[in-house]
């Protein structure tokens, strides 16, 4: 049951990466599209709002990791100490 968990998850991972990506290469071929058409404040508008989605949403699943991996740290006992004698 864990491997099925596994392995539905990367395909979801997988298929949001492609998503997002096809996303974010229509807003901005449609950006370059309205530039080129003289709309040239609503393509810029349209190329940017794309990216600042892209890095806002990398920014935000490295953090989400960081703090689960913080979590999943802190979770575990913490070694005992050894000492060594000579």
Excluded: C
């Excluded at 049951?1 to 990466?17: A, D, F, P």
């Amino acid at each position: 049951m864990e491997e099925q968990v596994i392995t539905s998850n990367v395909s979801s991972q997988k298929l949001g990466v492609k998503l997002g990506f096809v996303i974010a290469m229509t807003a901005i071929l449609g950006g370059t599209g309205l530039a080129l058409a003289g709309k040239s404040g609503a393509g810029l508008t349209s190329i940017i709002g794309a990216l600042a989605a892209l890095v806002g949403v990398f920014v935000y699943g490295k953090k989400r990791q960081g703090r689960e991996l913080d979590e999943k740290a802190n979770a575990l006992p913490a070694p005992a100490a050894t000492t060594q004698q000579h």
